[in-house]
């Protein structure tokens, strides 16, 4: 049992863990009111992974590390073409709406809020994005996680598509590939 101790702290070295909210919220008892603390985190290991956890406690780091252990639970894999996205997604929850883009390289991540937290995490580098509607920070962050799970990769788009992979990929990449086969 003594083995597994120092892999679950290598694993959590390796995870890129950042605080997106902290915000106190009140519950109504016969008594008045009892103040609580709702934190939400996110967790990626910047190379494909991310998840977003909720927690709530009376105190501020327990709510930190509820949420932490669900964002760790929650990971969803996530598809990258290089340092950016394959394709232009939209993603929605509730009031929010999230567009991503992707960049060429040495964009950079031209993101603000819980969209830059989310998309730094899961190891996106170049990346263009525009949060509309709600600018309600866990919405944007949750619709930001759902744009990333639309996302598919070139080589099962283009499976499906009966094409040639190298059609599908950014305009940035197709021009290199010629330049290297000439």
């Known amino acids: 049992m003594g083995r597994r101790e120092p892999r679950r702290d290598e694993e959590r070295e390796e995870l890129d863990e950042r605080v997106i909210d902290i915000t106190r919220v009140a519950k109504v008892v016969k008594g008045g009111r009892r103040f609580a603390f709702r934190a939400v985190v996110v967790v990626g290991d910047n190379k494909g992974q991310v998840g977003i956890g909720i927690g709530k406690a009376r105190g501020v780091p327990d709510a930190i590390r509820k949420a932490s252990e669900r964002a760790r639970r929650n990971m969803h894999p996530v598809s990258l073409s290089g340092t950016t996205i394959p394709h232009e997604v939209l993603g929605k929850r509730g009031g929010a709406k999230v567009l991503l883009k ?21 190891g996106v580098r170049d990346i263009l994005s525009k949060s509309q509607g709600s600018p309600n920070i866990l919405n944007v962050a949750h ?13 099962e788009l283009a499976k499906m598509r009966d ?17 290297g086969q000439a």
């Open 163 to 179: 094409k040639n992979p190298a059609e599908l990929q950014p305009f940035w990449l197709r021009g290199k590939r010629r330049e």
């Open 102 to 122: 992707p960049a060429s390289p040495g964009t950079g991540v031209i993101a603000g809020g819980g969209v830059r937290a989310v998309l730094e995490a899961a």
């Open 143 to 155: 619709a930001t996680l759902e744009a990333l799970d639309q996302l598919i990769d070139a080589h």
